[in-house]
């Protein structure tokens, strides 16, 4: 009797214990929740054990993530005041990252790439089969799978590599770059987005001479799954998707599963109890010592066999690039490397970048990038981590994205491996139009980037035959993270004519690879030039008291203007200046406005912008660096937020403005909480390309009507009488993004409801058949 007692007893203990374990973490259990700052801390939080490494982080205000029942008690146990929130209100908070010009899903999908099997995910036997499929297929370019000598995990799965060169089955002394997916089991999209970039290399290869040369002349290795035993869990409890486990399937000594094996490296492994917990019940959980998993010595061992150049770690979500360090807020030494790295990478999609404190204002130890990057002094690995996505998708994005989210990392990945040689970008600062018959100089910028040591070449050659330069070619030895300006003079031949194109091919020879572009330069009969270089406060009409000539900041000596020279800006400000003189902008005639700007401006929240002031009110400009501002800034408008380190040549079209005369002005507004160095501008310039034997047949007069402009609820759209009444209409943003299409439709007296668009700027575009087309502009109050 005795003896079942105990057995009973021990049973009920049993599944008590197992019931807690499993039930922490229900995947049912998690909820958005916002979490309130205003008397606590990031810290603190991350002090309790909790993933803060995630979610929307709003200094001082808010933090949001999603969150379990266990989790939400310890903030409840603490005093913490906390909400649960719906999801589609984090989406009011997040933005599209991505600039007006971005093309991100005109890229072909590779033809053999498929959605996975759960929920569009890959199991764990589809991306085995997968690669298997690949290596059948592709032999020559791509390994089979291989085991990291005998590391097992704790349920006994091999942790597994591959490689992709054009001698995949050797080992070649060539750059070599690792990818790595799935640290953390709840981040599928980590993996779809590393399959999606191997088929299309493999696809390319035979089409695409940038990819050939790519893969003949680096070696690309890969462990897509780091964490299987995690990964597995999430599809057998979950197989429709969804599965919120993040950590392996350790069971720990205290009789709890899991370590985050993102705080289980051994460089500056438990530093503190912030970055790291070690409470085995936290998401966070380090371990009970570096190393103490077979997931990260497999990767430790791969990583010290390898001498790797070049680390990407991806993760989701955030759309962060993050470098070390990342257990301090101080800079590691190669700050500068990093950063250029990390910024030509966030070039392709517009990633936020920086280390965990700049991009998600938390501190992480233990984590792989920093360990990768210090552990070994000899060799040097440059190792980041993308974070992948918007946060209010969350782990598991829907099915329908998953390709979208794909495309935004792939031009990321391929020139991430082009880093790992003598990688370097050409820009051209100024606009690319040639006065005909004239010799026209350009100043352009050489920046040294990629990780390889030693000289490069940069060559020039007009491949339409209508034009000579001056140099054919630069040589040039800068150090790493180094930039350089050079001339570069231009003269159309006496044939061209207005709107002729001169095509330039430019090849840049980095040692053992070489990468070929081609821009187009479009001929202009005369330029005209309005300059203002920012050196003389009595230009502007000031509105604030802080707004100055800034001479330690400039684009060009002596100064700036900026808003608040050698301090930081105001908390509630809301100030700017005025160019005193109006520019003329011209019927029938591209116009473009540029200038100098760098800025370091708290994101979300405080902004700047530049906007044209017409008769009809004032217009924020769209640029190639503007960004849509959040709910908490001008919503859905283009601002400025974050920060550039350095000077950027901003361009925007003004052709919106032809035939008025305008004032252009620049403001800052910033809200009661962090205060930073603020904006500064340098070197505006108004250009004006004039076409003297143009005439436009596309556009005709004003054929319809507008009204009410302004309008808060209904706009009319009446055609005139004597036009045909049915055509196409088009409605755009001050983004220029389409917000409504409309085809053969009746527009003899059209009203559209548009009470729920965002107050701002609008374009309407209307073509009639016999292509008389029309473009005005409307404000919505």
Excluded at 703 to 732: M, Q, R
Excluded at 736 to 763: M, P, Q
Aim: hydrophobic fraction near 35%; glycine fraction near 6%.
């Amino acid at each position: 009797m005795s003896y079942n007692f105990n057995k009973l007893l021990l049973l009920i203990l049993f599944c008590s214990l197992t019931s807690h374990i499993f039930g922490q973490f229900d995947n049912s259990h998690y909820k958005l929740t916002r979490v309130d700052l205003k008397n606590t801390s990031i810290e603190a939080i991350a002090r309790l054990g909790l993933e803060a490494d995630h979610g929307f982080y709003a200094p001082g205000r808010f933090w949001m993530n999603y969150l379990n029942e266990e989790e939400t008690n310890l903030l409840k146990e603490h005093h913490i005041d906390y909400t649960p929130v719906e999801t589609d209100f984090l989406k009011t908070l997040e933005r599209n990252n991505y600039s007006c010009e971005k093309t991100i899903d005109q890229i072909t999908d590779p033809k053999r790439f498929r959605l996975g099997t759960m929920a569009g995910y890959y199991t764990y036997e589809d991306m085995n089969a997968i690669l298997d499929t690949m290596h059948m297929l592709y032999p020559h370019l791509i390994s089979q799978r291989f085991d990291i000598d005998t590391f097992k995990t704790f349920e006994g799965r091999p942790i597994q590599w591959l490689r992709i060169s054009n001698n995949p089955d050797q080992t070649q002394t060539k750059p070599r770059v690792l990818y790595t997916a799935l640290h953390h089991a709840r981040e599928p999209m980590s993996l779809s987005q590393l399959i999606y970039y191997i088929w299309y290399l493999l696809e390319h290869y035979d089409s695409d001479s940038e990819i050939k040369n790519l893969i003949d002349n680096t070696e690309l290795y890969f462990i897509p799954c780091i964490n299987p035993d995690g990964y597995v869990y999430n599809a057998t409890n979950k197989p429709e998707g969804g599965g919120m486990w993040r950590k392996n399937r350790k069971l720990d000594q205290s009789g709890f599963y899991g370590v985050d094996l993102n705080r289980n490296y051994g460089w500056k492994w438990g530093f503190d109890d912030t970055g790291s917990s070690p409470d085995p019940l936290s998401q966070v959980y380090r371990g009970r010592t570096p190393f103490s998993e077979p997931e990260t010595q497999a990767v430790a061992a791969l990583t010290d066999q390898f001498k790797f150049n070049l680390a990407l770690n991806n993760h989701t979500f955030g759309n962060y690039v993050i470098y070390p360090w990342n257990y301090t807020s101080e800079p590691c030494p190669d700050n500068a490397v990093f950063k250029s790295i990390a910024s030509t990478y966030a070039g392709q999609n517009s990633f936020a970048i920086g280390n965990t404190i700049q991009t998600v204002g938390y501190l992480s130890n233990g984590g792989s990038d920093d360990w990768i990057y210090a552990h070994d002094p000899e060799h040097k690995t440059f190792s980041l981590t993308p974070e992948i996505g918007l946060t209010s998708e969350g782990f598991w994005p829907a099915a329908a994205n998953i390709r979208h989210l794909c495309k935004t990392t792939l031009k990321g990945n391929i020139v991430f491996a082009e880093m790992a040689h003598r990688y370097f970008e050409v820009e051209f600062l100024d606009p690319l139009y040639l006065l005909k018959g004239k010799s026209n100089p350009f100043q352009i910028s050489v920046n040294r980037i990629g990780v390889e040591q030693g000289p490069v070449t940069v060559k020039f050659k007009v491949v339409s035959d209508n034009a000579i330069i001056n140099h054919s070619s630069f040589d040039l030895n800068l150090n790493i993270s180094e930039s350089t300006l050079k001339e570069l003079i231009i003269t159309p031949n006496i044939l061209t004519v207005n709107n002729d194109l001169v095509l330039l091919e430019i090849t840049k020879i980095m040692n053992n690879l070489t990468l070929i572009d081609t821009i187009q330069f479009t001929i202009k009969s005369d330029i005209r030039l309005t300059t203002n270089t920012c050196d003389d406060l009595s230009d502007f009409i000031l509105d604030g008291i802080d707004w100055g000539i800034d001479f330690s900041e400039y684009h060009s000596a002596p100064s700036s203007i900026g808003d608040s020279p050698n301090q930081k800006y105001h908390e509630n400000q809301n100030s700017g200046v005025v160019l005193e003189e109006p520019f003329q902008i011209p019927n029938e005639e591209k116009t473009l406005l540029t200038y100098w700007l760098k800025w370091d401006i708290e994101g979300n929240f405080d902004y700047a912008q530049v906007y044209a002031i017409t008769d009809d009110g004032e217009f924020p400009l769209c640029g190639k660096f503007t960004r849509p501002g959040t709910v908490f800034q001008k919503e859905g408008q283009p601002i400025y937020d974050g920060n550039s380190i350095v000077w950027l040549k901003e361009e925007v079209d003004m052709t919106q403005f032809a035939g008025q005369e305008i004032f252009i002005g620049i403001r800052l507004v910033s809200d009661d909480l962090e205060n930073r160095n603020g904006i500064n501008i340098d070197d505006i310039e108004l250009i004006t390309y004039q076409d003297h034997n143009n005439s436009s047949k596309t556009t005709s007069p004003q054929f319809a009507k507008i009204y009410p402009n302004p309008t808060e609820g209904e706009l009319h759209i009446a055609i005139d009488a004597e036009k045909t009444t049915v055509g196409d209409l088009i409605i755009k943003d001050c983004l220029g993004r389409k917000v409504k299409e409309l085809t053969e439709c009746d527009l003899s007296n059209l009203i559209l409801d548009v009470g729920n668009y965002h107050s701002g700027l609008y374009f309407i575009e209307i073509t009639l058949p016999n292509q008389l087309k029309m473009v005005s502009k409307w404000i919505k109050l």
